[in-house]
């Protein structure tokens, strides 16, 4: 069994053990390319410190970068002998290094060193839910492009209510994934800071030089407070979770609407073979599990939200061993909204409209609304002009249609939306690389 980083020589409970490590091990695997990170910016700040040589720090670096790669070619990971993923990088490097490994941990803690990690893991988290976004708003983009000018009865209450089409239903879902990635891209500034030097949030005797962490890492700068260096590991997390209950929202949504109008009873939409399942008993059946899927994980994803937020609560300052329990709603909630995002992208991408139902939908009771205000633009109060219309014979036969104005000002929406969405994603994309490169050149140093 691999010797704790915390051992002083006393035996402990293996029971004990299993409880606390739990399977932080393997919840870790998925930390530890950022803890290796962190890891190498930490040797070069402990070179610039005086506590290691150039050569001592460019062994560590070449060391961090083998263990980098073995990590991602899948022949080297935390084993269940290792507590955490922190353990597995200083027993690795011990084995590797001898004595030289063993000096990597002065200056910090597990506390900022997975503080850290997370905050790695967040910052591309955000970058990639973001390029999901922008996916899933293109495909509603070119759904309207297709299909944008077919009409559909607009509902309220399950009612049809008044005259509507494809542009504005899929201008509505372009607008909500717009609106979270504004959301991620501020929290993007909050999260690029750096907690490393706030060792267990009390900061480090070591005079380290925060700022050159913090730069060789790609963050904006130090995180100041030391204390809310711990704290705020929840709090980011939590705002992470609870945009991506928003994101879960508006794709459940979608997702509800989709089966409705897959319906027989509906029959507004259809859905390519390939998208749906099947019956074992009922050889007619041909079901939309993607959408009711989708649903349900949207539940399932917040829950996640839930969960963190539960554990989180309540907690006095400073580090506690509950916060172990936050990553893993944290690293599923990351998981599933990039999935629950391609599936809702690859649906929209395999539905078209049935015309011939929806032109029958269209009655001109839909239309009431539109004579009302006509009514009231010709010089009746509208409360007149609404009980007229509502007494009136003018409901029988077919709509006029889709108002001109409203489609064109769908239009309008959504050439505005397709600008900002590739003006988020150009922003995005550029911030991608230049961490990219920053990354890099943090493992060149050691060469």
């Not at 870790?28 to 700040?45: Q, V």
């Not at 070449?62 to 002998?81: C, F, I, K, P």
């Not at 597995?88 to 030289?100: D, H, K, P, Q, V």
């Not at 709090?235 to 509800?256: I, Q, W």
Request: charged share 25%.
């Amino acid at each position: 069994m691999s010797e704790n980083l915390w051992d002083k020589g006393v035996p402990l409970d293996p029971r004990v053990r299993a409880f606390t490590v739990g399977d932080d091990w393997r919840v870790d695997r998925e930390l530890l390319p950022w803890d290796i990170l962190g890891s190498a910016a930490h040797a070069r700040c402990l070179e610039a410190a005086g506590a290691l040589d150039a050569g001592e720090a460019g062994a560590l670096l070449a060391e961090l970068r083998r263990m980098r790669e073995d990590m991602l070619a899948g022949s080297w990971t935390v084993s269940e002998e290792d507590e955490d993923g922190h353990t597995a990088i200083e027993r690795r490097l011990s084995e590797r290094s001898g004595s030289l490994g063993r000096k990597i941990h002065l200056g910090r803690s597990r506390n900022d060193q997975v503080a850290l990690a997370l905050r790695l893991l967040l910052r591309d988290a955000l970058l990639r839910l973001i390029d999901r976004l922008a996916e899933f708003a293109r495909s509603q983009l070119e759904f309207a492009e297709r299909f944008g000018d077919t009409p559909l009865p607009g509902h309220t209450h399950l009612q049809a209510a008044m005259p509507s089409s494809w542009a504005l239903w899929s201008h509505a879902w372009v607008e909500a994934a717009l609106e979270s990635m504004r959301a991620l891209r501020f929290q993007l500034g909050e999260v690029n800071r750096s907690p490393l030097g706030a060792a267990a949030g009390f900061g480090s005797p070591v005079p380290l030089d925060r700022a050159l962490t913090a730069r060789l890492l790609g963050f904006s700068g130090p995180q100041r407070s030391v204390v809310d260096c711990i704290h705020a590991r929840a709090r980011l997390e939590e705002r992470f979770l609870h945009e991506t209950s928003v994101v879960a929202g508006v794709v459940e949504k979608l997702a509800s609407d989709v089966w409705l109008y897959l319906t027989r009873e509906f029959g507004y939409l259809r859905l390519d073979p390939s998208f749906q399942t099947g019956s074992s008993i009922m050889p007619q059946k041909a079901n939309p599990d993607v959408a009711e899927l989708l649903r349900a994980r949207c539940a399932r994803l917040r829950a996640r939200a839930h969960e963190h937020e539960a554990i989180a609560c309540k907690l006095p300052s400073n580090y506690h061993r509950d916060l172990q329990l936050l990553k893993s709603p944290l690293l599923l909630g990351i998981r599933e909204a990039m999935e629950l995002l391609e599936m809702a992208a690859l649906l929209g991408r395999h539905l078209s409209p049935v015309e011939e139902r929806l032109r029958a939908a269209m009655t001109a009771d839909l239309d009431a609304a539109r004579r009302a205000s006509e009514r009231a633009l010709a010089g009746l109060p509208f409360r007149d002009a609404y009980r007229e219309t509502a007494l009136a014979k003018g409901d029988e036969g077919a709509s006029a249609g889709v108002p001109a104005h409203v489609q064109a000002a769908a239009r309008a929406g959504l050439r505005e939306a397709a600008a900002e969405l590739e003006t988020l994603s150009d922003w995005a994309a550029q911030v991608r690389l230049r961490l990219d490169q920053t990354l890099e050149r943090l493992f060149a140093l050691g060469e």
